[in-house]
Structures are given as structure tokens and as C-alpha cells.
């Protein structure tokens, strides 16, 4: 059983699935925004922001955040600075 928030749901059309694919493998995407990507992805395939935190070492609340912004803003909120 899993503990903590509920986390609200990531609705990912198929069009920004496959933009984010494209981001979070080109080797010329700006390393911060392929990172956002991989968050997103993971967060849409159900996984929590403390899996997505190991798996891509970064923190939870970092996984959180970006989570968030791509749930409120779409691609665009992963541009965004901070």
C-alpha cells in the first residue's frame, strides 16, 4: 500500500508523448529539458516521485514539481525556468 499524497492524475495525449520520447532521447536537447521529459514520462506511467527520484537521481520534490507544471501548463510549463 502506498503512502503519502494522492497525486493527481497526468493526462498525456498522444501527440506529448511522443514530443517528450523525441526530447528525452536527442542528444541535442538542452540536458534540462530531457530531464523534464523522462520526469513526465515516468510520472505518467503511474510511478511515484520517489521512484522517479531513484531512478533518475534527482530528488522528490524535484520530480514533484516538474510533475505538476507539465499537469497545469502542458509542454510549454516544461520550459519554464526553475
Excluded: C, Y
Excluded at 506529448?16 to 534540462?32: H, I, N, S, V, Y
Excluded at 520526469?39 to 503511474?46: C, E, F, K, Q, T
Amino acid at each position: 500500500m502506498r503512502t503519502g499524497r494522492p497525486k493527481k492524475t497526468l493526462h498525456l495525449p498522444p501527440m506529448d508523448k511522443e514530443k517528450l520520447e523525441m526530447l528525452a532521447r536527442r542528444p541535442k536537447t538542452a540536458q534540462r529539458l530531457a530531464l523534464r521529459s523522462k520526469i513526465v514520462l515516468r510520472a505518467s506511467a503511474g510511478l511515484s516521485n520517489q521512484e522517479i527520484a531513484r531512478e533518475l537521481r534527482i530528488t522528490g520534490a524535484t520530480g514533484g514539481k516538474w510533475r505538476e507544471r507539465f499537469r497545469k501548463h502542458g509542454l510549454e510549463g516544461l520550459a519554464a525556468r526553475g
